[in-house]
């Protein structure tokens, strides 16, 4: 009877096969999110975003530009900030910052469009429009005019930070996407092992 339960132990492995593929969740999955350097995107978002709060709480403080429209302004660049400092936190891997890293970037986005439609409107307004009823000199003038054109090319500078920003947002909230999985089923990998045959007694 021993030499009866050896065979059926033999026929039962024998029914194993040789290679077999199974699929896996990829253990490295969350590194892809290191692919998008979240330090650098995130330290720029932060400076990037101080320049701009500066810029606009000098302006409304120097009169340059109006107050009802700079403050929102500041307060969605501030959210843009918080965005930047999520990002820098969330390069630990962590999932619930990974999570709270794609929820900020898409406010980020959203307050970079915001902003972008501000600044847009604002480079028409014509500061110097005084002069042209009041009598005012020739050389004060000259100056506001000056002054105005420098105001122009502040203005182009913030758009182009905007139009960066909101690229700055989108790549982060992209890749923190890939590995939180929110927007697609988590990716297995192929995993191919091979049974070895018994050696021959």
């Known amino acids: 009877m021993p030499e009866a339960a050896d065979v059926e132990k033999e026929a039962g492995?024998?029914?194993l096969p040789l290679v077999s593929v199974t699929f896996q969740k990829n253990a490295h999955r969350k590194l892809k999110y290191l692919e998008g350097e979240p330090k650098v995107l995130g330290i720029t978002q932060i400076g990037l975003s101080v320049f701009q709060a500066s810029c606009m709480t000098s302006f409304i403080a120097n009169s340059v530009y109006r107050s009802e429209i700079a403050t929102p302004f500041v307060i969605s660049t501030i959210l843009i900030f918080i965005g930047g400092c999520v990002a820098l936190a969330s390069k630990n891997l962590h999932p619930p910052t990974?999570?709270?890293?794609?929820?900020?970037?898409?406010?980020?986005?959203?307050?970079?469009v915001f902003n972008l439609l501000l600044t847009l409107g604002a480079i028409d307004e014509f500061y110097c429009y005084s002069f042209e009823f009041d009598n005012i000199t020739a050389n004060a003038a000259g100056t506001c005019q000056k002054v105005e054109a420098a105001r122009l090319h502040v203005f182009t500078d913030l758009v182009v930070m905007q139009v960066t920003l909101l690229s700055i947002s989108v790549t982060l909230m992209v890749y923190a996407c890939k590995v939180v999985n929110c927007c697609s089923p988590a990716t297995k990998v192929p995993v191919i092992s091979i049974e070895a045959?018994?050696?021959?007694h």
């Open 13 to 15: 492995s024998s029914d």
């Open 98 to 112: 990974l999570k709270a890293c794609v929820g900020m970037e898409i406010v980020a986005a959203l307050a970079s």
């Open 197 to 200: 045959s018994p050696a021959p």
